[in-house]
Nanobody, 127 residues
């Protein structure tokens, strides 16, 4: 069973930077597969939203609200996902979740395609 564990969330001032990491464990090449990976976030009282996704070939997509400020990357050998967040704003405050699609070579799709989810890491940006 694949497990995803996020780290790197903390409280920062507006304009600051953070780097989130997500490590996959319990991964067996013969039994499981990890395709598209993504970062999602949920603020209090709001629905969970997609922040950024990246497929196994490195093709990335971003929400309009984070374009130019956030960068998603992955290390397939280490089964690790990253999110570099720069120029943080108070509206970026949320619980950030890592997720993975078990379809190894499929293009990134909407949230229902992500079978594996982490427990989340809190990012708080103060003005």
């Amino acid at each position: 069973q694949v497990q995803l564990v996020e780290s790197g969330g903390e409280s920062v001032q507006s304009g600051g930077s953070l780097r989130l990491s997500c490590a996959a464990s319990g991964y067996s090449y013969s039994k499981d597969s990890i395709g598209c990976m993504g970062w999602f976030r949920q603020a209090p009282g709001k629905e969970r939203e997609e922040v950024a996704t990246i497929d196994r070939n490195g093709g990335a997509g971003y929400a309009d609200s984070v374009k130019g400020r956030f960068t998603i990357s992955r290390d397939n050998d280490k089964s690790t996902l990253y999110l570099q967040m720069n120029s943080l704003k108070p509206e970026d405050t949320a619980m950030y979740y890592c997720a993975a699609d078990r379809r190894r070579w499929a293009a990134c799709g909407p949230q229902p395609y992500f079978a594996y989810w982490g427990q989340g890491t809190q990012v708080t940006v103060s003005s």
